[in-house]
């Protein structure tokens, strides 16, 4: 890994940018920038400075009202949309696959990198040749028409005769939901089957009025039964083969597993979000073999959306999670979401149940899965690099920090639309901006999944950033001395290689990635 190169200018850089750039200098863009040239010119030289500019072309450039006019690719179309509603395990994302499959060409989007992961497997099974990828790895297939990718690299410049959004109800997160808006309005599909929680019917509905396409609504019941049960689990030695403990922080994950282990009636597979994602694929694996050892899974919310895995029971260990600010009862979609991994139709165990740790928990989880998810109201947007790059003009003094302030503060958007959280951007962007660097660089790196809350991959980006500024070379030796990486042996020599393995993912996305300005942060 040390040997990894990255050159200013080389020529994948360039390649995802400008492939990038096609992609969004549609008409919109277009009249956008000749407007901004305009003003520009018409400016006094001396005046063009933070603040001067035309205030009406400043409101032009921060108008978000109509975002499906960024895609012209999509918006040629009259897309055939189904939308797949149901609960958890009720044969949504199997329907659509099997117009996926059956199609000359398409695309799959969904939230996870294991769920992509599984339609690619799928696919390929069934001799339908199935790319791979996701914002660490591009698994290319000879002959290939097919992608499972993760929604961040969803491609909006390419035709396809079939397309699936896995989970769309996503476009209502606050941090990734503005991924999920732009595959739902930007991918040019003649079919496109959106799968996923009834309460996002409304929204979509609203959406797809506006984009003109068509829609048919089509509501699922579940396959097979999940039993909440009446009482908690008494003790760890009660654990048995099928079970899935959900805990939601690394330290009481392998806490946990070690305890089941002590046992010595099971082995554990273990799955959380900051574990590679190739690990993560191998301890799922694992878990999932009837012939493997490893019969119990301890697992975070990072199971929780789509995944078809071996499980008989979830057993929540706790129904509160850290959420970057505080700690939180889990949401009634949370919590079905999790406990609907169990008993999946098809799997070893066809009846699923689900039950707590603690007895004092089992009010919150009979209620949850009692009661239906919060309909959606708004969905996620963020300005694309175009739009940042345009009002940046206008303001050429400003670091790149307070261009996407200042564009968040004055934009303006339809009562159907909010812009996600940009904390972790912004937190980037007060980095890059130290540096002599060009805005698409910039950009480039504050959407990288760098994780500024962890010190080592917060350093680790500094010291490449600073790096790539003076040189447009970075030689992943000088940020890590090879040979200086060991097999973990306490809990904190694990977390910091997790996290180093963070700073070589930011590594790859520059140099393997050709859509990197549609990259979101994380890549779960
Ligand atoms: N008609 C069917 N024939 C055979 N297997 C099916 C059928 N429908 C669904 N399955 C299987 O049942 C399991 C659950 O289906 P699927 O993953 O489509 O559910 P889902 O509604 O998308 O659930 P979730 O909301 O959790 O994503 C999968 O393993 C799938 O392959
Ligand atoms: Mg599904």
New binding site residues.
């Given amino acids: 890994m040390a040997s990894f190169l990255l050159r200013r200018n080389s020529n994948l850089l360039a390649r995802s940018l400008t492939g990038n750039y096609k992609e969004q200098f549609c008409p919109y863009f277009q009249a956008k920038f000749e407007c901004l040239g305009a003003a520009l010119n018409s400016l006094h030289p001396y005046s063009r400075s933070y603040g001067s500019a035309s205030g009406s072309i400043r409101n032009e450039i921060t108008d978000m009202t109509c975002p499906h006019t960024w895609y012209p690719l999509a918006r040629r179309k009259r897309r055939r949309v189904f939308l797949h509603v149901?609960p958890?395990?009720?044969?949504?994302?199997?329907?659509a696959l099997k117009q996926l499959q059956s199609s000359a060409s398409g695309i799959y989007c969904g939230p996870l990198r294991l769920l992509a992961w599984e339609v690619a497997k799928r696919l390929n099974k069934a001799n339908v040749p199935c790319d791979l990828i996701t914002g660490q790895e591009r698994d290319e297939v000879e002959g290939a028409h097919h992608k499972a990718v993760t929604v961040e690299m969803a491609d909006v410049s390419t035709d396809y005769k079939c397309a699936v959004i896995d989970?769309i109800q996503m476009l209502g997160c606050n941090t990734r939901g503005y991924s999920f808006t732009r595959a739902l309005l930007g991918i040019a599909a003649d079919e496109l089957h959106l799968?996923g929680d009834p309460a996002a019917v409304p929204l979509i509905q609203e959406i797809l009025d506006i984009t003109g396409d068509e829609l048919e609504v089509q509501y699922?019941e579940r396959?097979s039964p999940l039993v909440p049960m009446k009482v908690p689990l008494r003790s760890l030695s009660d654990v048995r083969n099928g079970d899935c403990i959900v805990t939601f922080s690394r330290r009481d994950i392998y806490k946990l597993k070690k305890r089941i282990e002590r046992e010595g009636k099971h082995l554990c597979s273990v799955v959380y979000g900051s574990l590679p994602p190739e690990t993560r694929t191998r301890q799922a694996s694992m878990f999932n073999d009837a012939s493997s050892e490893f019969d119990v899974l301890v697992a975070s919310d990072a199971i929780g959306?789509?995944l078809?895995l071996n499980i008989s029971r979830i057993i929540f260990s706790t129904m509160q999670k850290f959420d970057g600010f505080q700690m939180r009862d889990l949401t009634v979609p949370e919590i079905k979401q999790i406990a609907?991994r169990a008993g999946?139709?098809?799997?070893n165990f066809p009846l699923g149940e689900v039950t707590c740790m603690s007895g004092d928990d089992l009010p919150l989880l009979h209620s949850a899965l009692d009661s239906p998810s919060p309909i959606l109201e708004r969905a996620g947007l963020l300005p694309s690099y175009e739009l940042l790059y345009m009002y940046s003009r206008l303001h050429p003094q400003a670091g790149f920090y307070q261009v996407l302030e200042h564009f968040v503060d004055n934009a303006k958007l339809s009562e159907k639309y909010f812009i996600v959280n940009c904390d972790q951007v912004l937190k980037v962007a007060a980095v890059v901006d130290e540096f002599p660097l060009e805005l698409r660089d910039k950009y480039l790196f504050c959407i990288s999944p760098a994780d500024m809350d962890d010190e080592i991959s917060s350093q680790g980006l500094t010291q490449f950033v600073e790096n790539y500024a003076k040189k447009g070379l970075v030689r992943l030796r000088e940020i890590f001395t090879p040979g200086t990486l060991k097999v973990p042996t306490t809990p904190q020599a694990l977390k910091d290689l997790e996290s180093i393995h963070k700073v070589f993912s930011v590594a790859l996305i520059f140099i393997s990635s050709d859509t990197t300005l549609s990259l979101l942060r994380c890549d779960l």
């Fill in positions: 149901g958890t395990n009720s044969g949504k994302t199997y329907q989970e799968c699922y396959l959306m789509g078809n609907g999946r139709y098809g799997s």
